[in-house]
């Protein structure tokens, strides 16, 4: 199982950034999804996952509101839209598949990851 996560770059405070997971080597329907970050310095947290069928999501409370997990099981990719960035969402950010199927806050519950994409806000 492998995981592609794109969609990262430098941007400034307020703007926004879709960034993609396309996943290989397996059907992603039935398992949840994560995204998860770690800035600089600091261990690597939660922002949200997403259900097996897309209909469950929860999010981490310094994001909840501007960020937004969907999934697309025919393309085998998850996304995470994230509006109204701020300085300190600036990190490497990690997606991953859970063997649960709604997935979990916990990183201890996946188990595959991908290497990471960098995002950047500057103020």
């Known amino acids: 199982v492998q995981l592609q996560a794109s969609g990262g770059g430098l941007v400034q405070a307020g703007d926004s950034l879709r960034l993609s997971c396309a996943v290989s080597?397996?059907?992603?329907?039935?398992?949840?999804m994560g995204w998860f970050r770690q800035a600089p310095g600091k261990e690597r947290e939660f922002v949200g996952r997403?259900?097996?069928?897309?209909?469950?999501?929860s999010y981490a409370d310094s994001v909840k509101g501007r960020f937004t997990i969907s999934r697309d099981n025919a393309k085998n990719t998850v996304y995470l839209q994230m509006n109204s960035l701020k300085p300190e969402d600036t990190a490497v950010y990690y997606c991953?598949?859970?063997?649960?199927?709604?997935?979990?806050?916990?990183?201890?519950?996946?188990?595959?990851w991908g290497q990471g994409t960098l995002v950047t806000v500057s103020s």
């Open positions: 991953a598949v859970s063997f649960f199927l709604y997935g979990s806050s916990s990183a201890r519950d996946y188990d595959y």
């Open positions: 080597g397996r059907t992603l329907s039935g398992y949840g």
């Open positions: 997403i259900g097996g069928s897309g209909g469950s999501t």
